[in-house]
């Protein structure tokens, strides 16, 4: 009997160690190294822009996102940017900042996307109780959408505003990067050699963005989905391509079953990785 009670207390004790452990997410390095939140951010706060890929409908990744904006507020001063506003609605993110409009206006005026109330509100509300700018880097949709039906040519017909609203024409492109000849096989085949090429706008558009209006002194963060900055490639290309003095950190997200050991095909898809336990649910 004392053998049994003895066995039920150490299974007990066992489980309630494990349920005191479980966690949402693990953080690695590159290399698959665990490591620490605190030092990550010590690290963030020495470079000149981090672009922290998210999965659109991830709630661990949009809690790190504003986390990670706070705590690094508290050491250097800030240029916010986001891929989830495009540029020809800076005007009315501008004036929702400045307190000109409210967000009812700013809902009105501006593209937003459906989740914004719960994963992107509180970032563009904590730049605007702290003045912090916010930049709307990416380049209108429905001028991303020519570029996949008629390629960068599309854009030569377009007007001097309406190229003010993208990177500067002509666009640079290199189609032998993996991520762009992912996109194709994925694909398998289907939206031909322009579908990387409308992504490449955005990637461009959104490092022309970050580097002209990164406030002078400041670190940039800048929130996108995860592709546009996996393996050091979209954004971070052009950024590198345009100033490669540049020091840029990149932070993504994968999700998998077992959070305790990073997966072969997750190692080195950027500087840290946030490794979300596939059962998370997601917002939507």
């Known amino acids: 009997m004392k053998k049994l009670i003895v066995s039920l207390v150490a299974l007990f004790f066992i489980v309630s160690v494990f ?26 706060a020495q470079n000149d822009i981090v672009l922290f890929g998210e999965y659109h409908n991830n709630a661990i990744a949009h809690w790190l996102q504003l986390s990670v904006t706070k705590d690094l507020f508290e050491k250097r001063k800030l240029t916010l940017g986001a891929e989830m506003f495009e540029r020809d609605n800076q005007q009315a993110l501008d004036h929702y900042l400045l307190g000109k409009i409210n967000a009812k206006g700013l809902d009105s005026s501006a593209r937003l996307w459906k989740n914004y109330p ?24 429905k001028y991303a959408s020519l ?11 377009l007007t001097p505003q309406e190229k003010s609203w993208m990177a500067p024409l002509p666009m640079a492109y290199d189609p032998e990067l993996p991520g762009y000849k992912n996109m194709i096989a994925m694909m398998g085949g289907h939206g031909g050699e322009n579908l990387p ?5 955005k990637d461009a558009t959104m490092a ?37 003095l540049l020091k840029t950190k990149t932070i993504t997200t994968v999700s998998q079953k077992n959070i305790y050991k990073l997966a072969p095909e997750n ?3 950027a500087h840290y990785i946030i490794c ?4 998370m649910t997601n917002t939507y």
Do not use: C
């Not at 090429?197 to 706008?201: F, I, L, P, V």
């Open 19 to 44: 349920a005191q452990s479980k966690t949402p997410f693990v953080l690695y390095n590159s290399k698959g190294k665990k490591v620490s939140y605190k030092k990550m951010i010590r690290v963030l």
């Open 118 to 141: 719960t994963d992107y509100a509180p970032l563009v509300n904590f730049a605007k109780e702290n003045n912090i700018p916010f930049t709307a880097t990416n380049i209108p949709r």
């Open 147 to 157: 570029v996949s039906k008629k390629g960068f040519t599309g854009l030569d017909s």
């Open 197 to 201: 090429k409308a992504q490449a706008s």
């Open 208 to 244: 022309h963005f970050i580097l002209t209006t990164q406030a002078p002194g400041s670190l940039f963060i800048h929130y996108n989905g995860s592709y546009h900055s996996e393996n050091y490639e979209g954004i971070g290309w052009y950024l590198a391509k345009t100033n490669p």
């Open 267 to 269: 190692l080195n898809k």
């Open 276 to 279: 979300v336990d596939s059962d």
